[in-house]
């Protein structure tokens, strides 16, 4: 069974039915660009636009990158814990 249809069998432990995202990843966003808003803020008022812009860029790359790490660290977790179920089946 490839790994790509997983979320699609509602049978397999472990899955989410279509639909069903999780609250996190409505908040990810979110927090991320209050994060660059709030940097943009307090680098404005102690050093100017060009380096509050630079560090508001640099905030949401590094959010970007963190939310990525995360969103796949706990993937390929999900997939490990998944695997001995898989392999019974066969």
């Known amino acids: 069974m490839p790994i790509l249809n997983r979320a699609r069998r509602p049978d397999l432990p472990g899955t989410i039915p279509d639909g069903s995202a999780s609250r996190m990843n409505q908040v990810w966003p979110a927090v991320i660009a209050l994060a660059a808003v709030i940097v943009f ?4 008022v102690l ?3 060009p380096m509050a812009l630079a ?8 959010g970007a990158i963190l939310v990525t790490l995360v969103t796949g660290t706990a993937w390929l977790t999900g997939l490990r814990r998944l695997a ?3 392999r ?3």
């Open 41 to 44: 803020i307090v680098f404005l």
């Open 47 to 49: 050093a100017g636009l």
């Open 55 to 62: 560090m508001a860029l640099t905030t949401l790359v590094a």
């Open 84 to 86: 001995p179920q898989l």
């Open 88 to 90: 019974g089946r066969h």
